[in-house]
């Protein structure tokens, strides 16, 4: 049976239940796994899969001086090994071009994993291809084993192109969850080296069907006013200060209630912009939530909304999870044309598609939605059946399981993924 060392950048996260999803998977799939975390958990909560996982985790020192002796024993042991002066090099290699104290931190957890790596590991899979995949790569030249990555978003999209480019090349194989992603990566991979496509999908085991009633809410009676959902770290990808913006310029008289579940770094200004625009006491703000707070709130919904854009350090959503999640519920959703959000939402057949960055584009698509329930309810039932026809995540985790557990990654592998759409 093989055993795989997983490397993550935090667990367990709120944020990241695909990871998780993808794990407890592995292991129903017979896989050995070892989880391998560069941060130890911030969020207070967890997901019930969360609980369900039988990996044991190891947290790497997530800052350097917070572990001397640690590091200095992982360091005396490994550098015996016959391949570190080989892995030094190529560490001194991406100093030169990354002279920062990240990419030294990522030296010092690779050490610290490859002299703690367990008796038996047969490879290292990294979620991500910025942080976790530095360290797994370099852990990976020092034991001698080899690795491989899931790159998602924000890694694939703020990490420069001469470092994808050498990643792509030193992995065993490279998988990710959308077909913009793909190609990009793809156009860096060495030839005969292809990059997977595979969907995170959702267990809908955890998001069953619902039947839900039509809700008769236009937005014109004050007392049952349209319910406005949307779930999103308040970071800048996320373009939350576009929806605030939207929302101030519906019309008067349309009654709406918003509620936003999530943590973020933009919190606190993103309350600020709605009191300046008169919105306060029609939002309800609240954290992080695990996901049967989420479901619960999918279900409670007239409207999902999402208003993704790429921020400006580049950094911008895959193919967010929530809109799955949403629409699995048989609820309506608008977002907007960033990213892979396309590869999810078709335009006027299973949901409403604005360009990012519009704001008044936004809002007229918003004030259609509110006032109308009858479109609210085609979109949600077209929405929902295709989600469930295209968007398990099965197909993936038997590709996963078959490439972890020693198969190759072949064009078949791969042409079977584009399949989906």
């Known amino acids: 049976m093989r055993r795989i060392a997983i490397v993550v950048k935090g667990y367990p996260r709120l944020s990241e239940t695909f990871i998780a999803q993808e794990i407890r998977a592995l292991e129903q799939a017979g896989l050995t796994l070892d989880l391998i975390s560069l941060r130890r958990p911030t969020d207070k ?24 002796l640690r590091v200095w024993r992982a360091w005396r042991r490994v550098r015996r090994l016959p391949a570190y002066p080989a892995a030094r090099a ?11 104290r990240n990419r030294l931190r990522r030296w010092g957890q690779a050490l610290v994993l490859a002299a703690e790596l367990p008796a038996g590991i047969d490879m290292l899979y990294a979620h991500f291809l910025h942080t976790p995949a530095s360290v797994a790569r370099y852990a990976a030249r020092l034991s001698g084993l080899p690795w491989a990555v899931s790159a998602h978003a924000k890694d694939i999209w ?3 192109a001469w470092e994808k480019r050498e990643k792509l090349a030193d992995c065993a194989w490279a998988v990710t969850c959308t077909e913009v992603g ?36 236009d937005g014109s009676d004050p007392a049952r006013p349209v ?16 929806l605030l913006d939207a929302l101030a310029l519906l019309p008067a008289g349309r009654h709406w209630r918003f509620v936003h579940i999530g943590g973020g770094t ?14 306060a006491d029609r939002i309800e703000w609240r954290d992080a939530a695990a996901q049967e707070a989420v479901l619960t709130a999918y279900r409670d919904a007239d409207l999902f909304v999402l208003a993704s854009r790429i921020a400006a350090d580049g950094d911008r959503d895959g193919l967010p999870n929530v809109l799955m999640e949403a629409q699995s519920q048989r ?4 977002a907007t044309r960033a990213a892979a959000i396309p590869e999810l939402i078709e335009h006027e057949r299973t949901g409403l598609l604005a360009e990012s960055g519009d704001v008044a584009g936004l809002a007229a698509a918003l004030d259609r939605l509110i006032s ?13 059946a295709r989600v469930r026809e295209r968007f398990g995540f099965q197909a993936t985790i038997d590709r996963l399981a078959h490439l972890l557990g020693g198969g190759v990654m072949d064009e078949t592998i791969c042409a079977s993924a584009s399949t989906r759409r």
């Open 182 to 217: 793909r190609d990009h990566l793809a156009a860096l991979s060495p030839p005969g080296k292809p990059v997977l496509l595979g969907y995170h999908g959702l267990d809908f085991r955890r998001f069953p069907a619902v039947a839900v009633a039509v809700e008769m809410r």
């Open 372 to 384: 109308s329930p009858t479109l609210r309810a085609r979109l949600g039932t077209a929405g929902a």
């Open 45 to 68: 909560a967890v997901h019930p899969i969360h609980r369900e996982i039988a990996a044991p985790v190891t947290y790497l020192p997530e800052y350097l001086h917070e572990a001397p």
């Open 90 to 100: 190529l560490f001194l290699k991406d100093l030169r071009r990354d002279p920062t």
């Open 331 to 334: 609820l309506a959703c608008l």
């Open 266 to 279: 933009d919190g606190a200004a993103l309350r600020a912009r709605a009191a300046a625009r008169g919105l």
């Open 227 to 242: 319910r406005l959902l949307s779930v999103g770290r308040a970071v800048a990808k996320k373009g939350y200060p576009d």
């Open 158 to 160: 703020t990490s420069p």
